[in-house]
């Protein structure tokens, strides 16, 4: 049992510094105000710790609200028993009487937040454990795919990130100081698959510069550390994106840097670690100094977000941070907060796009067709839009421009392997089996072989004979879920 006894919410410095908490580490706050010294021993626990920052946030969210339904029956959570845990779990999923109820896929993550809290406290028995098949959500579902065509995320950027009006162009009063940085992490997630942490936790350095032989896309490599198995991989990204990250360097980024300098920014900053020297090849390494003169270094793939954010780089008016993405002020903008940027223009596009009245209602809540008039976007929405775009783009060019006969597409697929396995590579995924169940399951109904059968384009341009890429992806929104297209948007039928 974890140990017993609770501290007032004054002593929280305290208890902090006691069990060594990092900063962004939650800390359990009963309703009374009070913290349970036990829980904080969890949170210090290697159980806990060895969760990525973003499990962390959520399994600190879902135990909050259990521990307050304990509470408000008077069990301590320790003492919770299977039936408490029943309770609880038909409150969340089933009662009528809650507004506010979950699916599987959410109940399923609760539930392994639970099963981590108790089987580390030694409870007995287990309360709930996920492991056991009745306590698991029969109604999960692998992954919330959402889709937006290649139309529609130049709509949402224009209204939400570029402060365009319904008819186009800017509007009156629009903010545009950090417009090209927002724009140019989009694009660079779009075109690349990059998740929200692996995008936005690059260094300037390692921005891809390197051509392939056709010119269009450029490849670099997202280190180890910042990915969700921890193994290092290639990326691709359009020439167009990497030119809007140049952009974006070179003015906006540039002048953040210029101003903090000015203002003293960076000389008050606790932990700096100025780059000395960064080696090359197939495990580049960075050596720096930090403030009182000790040097040190690393291989590059095994710097996690954290560290990253402390290396600096010598620039000609002083050190200025290798992370590449700046707020206004100068300072690293930590991959976290990408997520309110996708929300404030979320709601610039509602306020757009909406009616006053259709506002009011929370998005969850609202008709479909109300839902359906305006682009909603995610960091990984841009992933899932990759996946699809790739997915289709590929078989564009195994049936139409290289005229693979069926015998010459088995043939093909044995030597380099079939869309699904190329897609799957491009996400760095372990197994094609995750890429088809995880993103792409939503249109195997479609048998996207027989519809891609017709689909010609031309680098991209349009349509030389049949259906154009657009024309596809406008088929795949009105037959499938999930898919956000312009026309549908728009009101326009098909």
Not at 10 to 16: H, I, K, T
Not at 342 to 354: G, H, I, M, P, Y
Not at 406 to 412: C, G, S
Request: net charge positive; proline share 5%.
């Amino acid at each position: 049992m974890p140990a017993e006894g609770v501290l007032g919410v004054g002593d929280l410095p305290e208890a902090v510094a006691r069990i060594g908490l990092r900063p962004g580490d939650p800390v359990f706050v009963g309703p009374d105000g009070m913290i349970d010294a036990g829980l904080l021993d969890f949170v210090r626990s290697k159980e806990f710790r060895n969760l990525e920052p973003e499990s962390k946030r959520n399994y600190a969210t879902d135990i909050r609200l259990l521990l307050e339904f304990l509470s408000s029956r008077g069990v301590p959570w320790c003492q919770a028993s299977e039936r408490d845990l029943a309770d609880y779990r038909d409150w969340r999923c089933s009662a009528p009487a809650n507004p506010g109820r979950i699916g599987g896929t959410k109940w399923n993550r609760e539930g392994a937040a639970f099963t981590k809290l108790f089987r580390w406290a030694k409870v007995s028995p287990l309360p709930v454990d996920l492991s056991r098949r009745e306590d698991r959500a029969p109604d999960s579902v692998s992954a919330r795919v959402s889709w937006l065509t290649p139309r529609t995320w130049a709509l949402w950027s224009d209204i939400g990130l570029r402060g365009h009006a319904a008819g186009g162009g800017a509007a009156p009063g629009w903010d545009a100081r950090t417009e090209l940085r927002n724009t140019s992490f989009v694009q660079l997630l779009l075109s690349s698959g990059l998740r929200r942490q692996e995008g936005g936790s690059l260094l300037t350095f390692e921005v891809p510069t390197q051509r392939l032989r056709s010119g269009r896309y450029c490849h670099g490599r997202v280190a180890g550390a910042v990915t969700r198995s921890k193994c290092g991989r290639v990326f691709y990204a359009s020439v167009d994106a990497v030119g809007q990250v140049e952009a974006y360097v070179a003015s906006e980024r540039a002048w953040a840097v210029r101003r903090a300098q000015a203002a003293g920014r960076y000389e008050r900053l606790p932990e700096i670690r100025l780059l000395t020297k960064v080696t090359r090849g197939p495990k580049p390494k960075v050596e720096w100094v930090d403030r009182d003169g000790v040097a040190g270094g690393r291989e590059l793939g095994l710097l996690g977000w954290r560290e990253r954010q402390w290396l600096f780089l010598n620039g000609p008016e002083g050190p200025e941070p290798a992370w590449l993405w700046l707020t206004e002020q100068g300072l690293p903008m930590l991959p976290g907060r990408w997520n309110g940027v996708f929300r404030s223009a979320n709601l610039r596009c509602d306020e757009v796009l909406l009616a006053p009245v259709e506002r009011v209602v929370k998005r969850e809540l609202r008709l479909a067709e109300v839902r359906g008039k305006s682009p909603y976007a995610t960091p990984h929405a841009a992933r899932h839009s990759f996946a699809l775009y790739m997915l289709i783009v590929l078989n564009q060019l195994m049936e139409t421009r290289y005229g693979l006969t069926a015998a010459d597409r088995r043939d093909f697929a044995l030597l380099f392997g079939d869309p699904w396995w190329l897609v799957k590579t491009l996400l760095g995924h372990a197994d094609v089996e995750v890429t088809k169940r995880h993103y792409l399951a939503s249109v195997g109904h479609l048998q996207l072989e027989s519809i891609l059968a017709t689909a010609e384009i031309t680098d991209g341009q349009g349509a030389v004979g049949g259906e154009g890429i657009d024309d596809v992806f406008t088929r795949l929104a009105r037959e499938t879920a999930g898919t956000q297209d312009v026309d549908t948007l728009l009101g326009v039928s098909g």
